[in-house]
């Protein structure tokens, strides 16, 4: 076992208690969650100024393969070319501007525009012009599709429309990366995979995933089976992103003995369902703390939790799965991730669950994007077994979500329609909600340098 690994971050971690309440701000004007003139500055100075997440590498995994991305009304294609590389281009033909790509994904050998049947390589060089012969001289290289640019991180495909944009390395960070690392991202499969248009501002989603302070509100189920306890909450803050951790264990754990906690882990999987894998081993290791009596008892320094994080241990290694980097803390508990400007991750040891949002292609900022999807870490004889494909919702509030996803699913419309009051100006927040009051200087941040710049 390493002496050290990344995950050991959380140990000298700020708590909230440590963070200044006036750090970040806690007054946050309601007009970015409603005004078309805050949502153009947006698009201006951010969305078309950022690396942002348009998919997973697995979903490009042979020659030929395309996708599609939207943001506002624009398009670009995302391709995997014939040396392996990854690309994007501007989803439009020089000749006459029509789209190239049409729908959402794709495989072809060549792009062809089927106005006028110019086509063009996986690389976007020109390549063919119907009756070339007589339609005078064109510079294929000058009028070749025009590339954006495209990196990948962790498993995700990132695409950023400034072509002048720090590399994706840069914005995100070594010490993200490092971080990250450990829990194998890239090695990781889709179980999930949702998007629907929402009736609020990307903002809202943003906002709602990243505070646990209405747990108690919104999903109240929650508090019969896990703790919430935000003063053992840890935060860290980097230019852009942020990550925040709180200790996971099951409810009422100082109020009950041992049955009490075994049991509580054992209903886990109503919430969690990932853990049903898991429990085996827990049974297992359970067992051998019971006495010929029948009565249950745990040494000192050992309790529900800890013999759950050695279950999760034993069963990825179990598995032909590397862990040694991860904590045993990271066996058990999620840590909340935010990378600007629109992705959301609870992660911990074999899976993950994302959250992003994107302003509606409409325009209108009272409405959303939003793309749920989960991933598992697996051994691969079970990848075909889990593999999810892609859902697109198109009857609004037809697709049932699990119960504490559809709660937020249903409470994030509901303060959308709030915030359109006029005579609300802005947005009070606290302590607990730190992370949002981050996320928000980032955004003001981000606006103000670059408009002055």
Not at 151 to 179: C, H, K, Q, R, W
Not at 341 to 353: Q, S
Request: net charge negative; glycine share 6%.
């Amino acid at each position: 076992m390493p002496t050290t690994r990344p995950g050991e971050w959380i140990d000298t971690a700020l708590s909230l208690a440590e963070i200044d309440a006036d750090k970040f701000g806690s007054q946050i004007s309601t007009d970015r969650y409603t005004s078309r003139e805050f949502q153009e500055r947006e698009r201006e100075l951010i969305w078309t100024k950022t690396w942002q997440v348009v998919g997973r590498v697995s979903e490009l995994p042979k020659t030929g393969d395309w996708k599609t991305y939207r943001l506002f009304d624009q398009s670009y294609i995302i391709v995997r070319g014939k040396d392996g590389l990854i690309r994007g281009f501007v989803n439009a033909c020089r000749h006459r501007g029509n789209l190239i790509c049409q729908g959402n994904t794709g495989n072809s050998k060549q792009f062809l525009c089927q106005y006028h049947l110019w086509s063009y390589d996986l690389n976007g060089k020109l390549r063919g012009i119907l009756r070339e012969n007589i339609q005078g001289p064109i510079d294929k290289d000058e009028n070749s599709l025009l590339p954006v640019a495209v990196d990948t991180f962790a498993g995700f495909i990132f695409l950023n429309p400034d072509l002048d944009a720090e590399p994706l390395s840069e914005y995100i960070g070594d010490e993200v990366a490092e971080l990250l690392a450990p829990y194998h991202l890239d090695e990781m499969t889709t179980v999930m995979d949702v998007r629907e248009a929402l009736e609020c501002n990307w903002k809202v989603v943003m906002d709602a995933f990243q505070e646990g302070y209405h747990i108690s509100g919104v999903h109240p189920q929650l508090l019969q089976q896990i703790d919430i306890n935000p003063t053992q909450s840890r935060y860290r803050f980097f230019d852009d992103h942020a990550v925040a951790c709180s200790p996971f264990d099951v409810a009422n754990a100082q109020k009950f003995g041992p049955e009490e906690h075994v049991e509580g882990i054992r209903k886990l999987p109503e919430t969690f369902p990932t853990l049903t894998s898991i429990l085996p081993r827990f049974d297992e290791l359970v067992a051998s703390y019971r006495q010929e009596n029948g009565q249950l008892e745990f040494p000192e320094g050992t309790t529900a939790r800890t013999i759950l994080q050695q279950a999760a241990r034993d069963t990825f290694t179990g598995m032909g799965l590397d862990v040694s980097r991860l904590t045993d803390a990271q066996m058990s508990d999620n840590q909340g991730w935010v990378l600007f400007p629109n992705f959301f991750m609870t992660i911990r040891a074999g899976e993950c669950h994302v959250i992003m949002a994107t302003p509606h292609p409409g325009g209108d900022p009272n409405r959303c994007v939003w793309h749920v999807s989960s991933y598992m870490w697996l051994p691969d004889d079970l990848v075909d077994q889990f593999r999810a494909e892609p859902i697109e919702v198109t009857e609004p509030g037809s697709h049932e979500y699990f119960l504490a996803l559809q709660q937020d699913f249903e409470q994030m419309q509901r303060q959308q329609n709030g915030l359109r009051n006029e005579r609300l100006d802005h947005l009070s927040l606290v302590k607990e909600e730190v992370v949002v009051a981050h996320f928000h200087s980032v955004l003001d941040r981000h606006l103000a340098a670059t408009t002055t710049s």
